[in-house]
């Protein structure tokens, strides 16, 4: 996979949250995008878990607080800084992240 654009940031501004899916050669590739403390993070879209998504709805990732991402299906809580599940059936383990960059107002990963 090359270089894609993933999301503006204006598409954070809602939930703080985009849910992004990628079908490539036959693929199918999940992620989220973050705005947290003013860093923007992403992490594949895959509960360490049961490896389902973690959102019910659209761009819904963060708790009612705002504070940490939550998976909706087992109520399992994670560092939106690390991804590190902090509360939950799979606590100590953590989502996968991935680097990204934000060029003016897109934001690009380079998903291998
Ligand atoms: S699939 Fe996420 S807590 Fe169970």
């Not at 992004?20 to 992490?43: H, K, Q, S, W």
Request: glycine share 10%; charged share 25%.
């Amino acid at each position: 996979m090359a270089e894609e654009v993933l999301c503006r940031l204006s598409d954070l501004d809602a939930t703080g949250a985009k849910e992004i899916v990628l079908a490539r050669d036959g693929g199918r590739y999940a992620f989220f995008v973050i705005r947290y403390e003013g860093r923007i993070l992403g992490f594949e879209n895959s509960c360490p878990h049961a490896r389902l998504p973690l959102n019910w709805t659209d761009d819904r990732f963060f708790d009612i607080s705002g504070t940490y991402l939550f998976c909706a299906n087992h109520g399992a809580v994670f560092d939106p800084l690390t991804g590190l599940c902090t509360r939950g059936p799979c606590k100590g383990q953590s989502l996968k992240s991935f680097p990204l960059r934000v060029d003016g107002e897109v934001v690009i990963a380079d998903i291998a």
